[in-house]
Structures are given as C-alpha cells and as structure tokens.
C-alpha cells in the first residue's frame, strides 16, 4: 500500500515539514513505502510534476523538492508496489491535464479484471493510459466520470468532483468486488485541478485537518482568521490537508470512516461529507 498527502490554501505555503522534517513526514514513511515518490505542485494555475522510482528517503530530489515548494495546491505521494513494476510510469501522482490523483489501496487480482476496468473509461482518454497499474486506470475512470459534467479543462465544483469520485468507487467495485476467494478493492482516492481539492476514504485510513490549536504565525499572517483555530462557523476554511495520517505539528486531525468524502472548492468552501452523518461527526469530535 502507499501513503498519500495533500494540501490546499489560500496562501502560498511551504509543506516541508510535513514531507521531510516532521518525525513521521511522508519521507520517513518511505522507509517502508520504498517503490518511488511523486509531488505535484501548482505554478500559475498549472500542475508541475516530479516523481521518480526511487525511496524518497535517500533522494537528494525529494529532499530539494520538498524544500523549495511554495504553492497553494501540493499533492504528494509515496509508493509500496502491489500492481505494477516499480517505474517512473507507476509512480503517483498521475497527471492529464490540470488534474492529479494519488491512489492509497489496490485492486487484489487486478490482471482479471484489467480490461473490465479499461473498457469503462472513455476512449478518447484510455489512449493516455501509460503505465500497468490499476491506480492510473481509475484516475482514467474518474476522468470519465467527471467529464460528465463538463469539459475537462474548465473549473468544475467540489460537488461534482465528489459526485464523480463515489461513481468511480462505485463503478470499480462493481467490476472488481464479490469475486471468489478475492479480497475486496481498496481505494481511497485523492483529487486536484490546484483549485478544488477533493478525496473519498475506500477502505484505506485518511484523515483532514482544516485548523490548528495555534497558528504559529499568528502575529505575521496577514491571512489569519477565527477558521484558522477553530472549527469553520462559515463553511469556510483557510486550508485543508489531507493525509494517510495524522501528521505532528500543530494541526487538529479528524478521522474519516470508509465512504467518507472531504474537498474545498476554489474559494475554499468546505465539503465534509463524514459530519452529513451525526454518529461520526460525534466520533470525529476529539483531536486525533
């Protein structure tokens, strides 16, 4: 399995601890999830990309890419190799145009339902299918899906990138689940065109934060509001992060339970579709 990662504000942030200097940032994970890294960041609107196949513990790049990102949007992603050979093809995250997604799971027997899968995303998208892993045909599936509500390259909104993730959850499990003798897919999903960010916890642990017990840069931030230290009164957020766990620092974490949804659109308005349920907005109360 993988860990995943992602961020999303409304200022231009540096995420360096959370990739390299905290003591369980995503480079220390690497130790365990050693089959290549990938970070995406957002420059003007646009998605830069850098990923090897290589642990990003020892890579001198991850350690001088996590050092010099400052961006809105980042998406970062470490990988343990369940489908496909370990190459640059099938390192996360993967990328069509605006869009990136990192996948947290697996699909278990993936080579017998491979071209189920393949035969349920567009054709005019399936040609950009590089890889061998079940991870790049479902961003491909999702592509499909959210295609449904418009051109790909236009901005869309965070309802219709959460409609269009449950459908691809949905369509993958109804090719791949109920099999004999194998194990149901995995696949918490993590999506961004630099302005909406979106994911959906299928069966992996994911967890958010959108606020911290006490900003650090409190005094300085011109950006600063209530939501930046307490719960959103609004529905309004200054960042969202993402993240296979909860990272050290001052952020509160919140739990997600399978089928839970999380995204913030383009003016950062918050989508928790894990408090739709009272039960879990109980259990997600507490700080993690």
Known sequence: MCRLFGFRSVIPS??????????????????????GWGVAYYVDGAPHVMKTATGAMDCALFQH???IVASETVVAHIRRATQGVN???????FQHGRWVMCHNGDVPAFADV??????AIAPRLR?????????ERIFFLFLTELAKYGPLAQRLGVDEVITALEATVARVREIADGRPDVDRALLTLLVTDGTVLAAIHGGKEL???????????????????????????TGFVNHLIVSSEPLQGENVWLELAEGDVIGVDWRMRLVDGALENPQRALAAAAPV
């Open 65 to 67: 890419v996590s050092g």
């Open 207 to 233: 967890f958010y934060s959108s606020y911290k017990n006490r900003c650090s840069d409190r005094g300085v931030c011109a950006s600063l509001a209530p939501q930046c230290e307490a719960p959103t009164a």
């Open 87 to 93: 190459s640059v093809l099938n390192s996360h995250p």
């Open 14 to 35: 540096q995420v360096h601890r959370s990739l390299v200097a905290a003591d369980n940032a995503l480079a220390v994970q690497s130790q365990r999830h050693p089959d």
């Open 114 to 119: 491979r071209e189920a899968v393949e035969s």
């Open 127 to 135: 040609r950009y299918v590089l890889g061998d892993t079940d991870s």
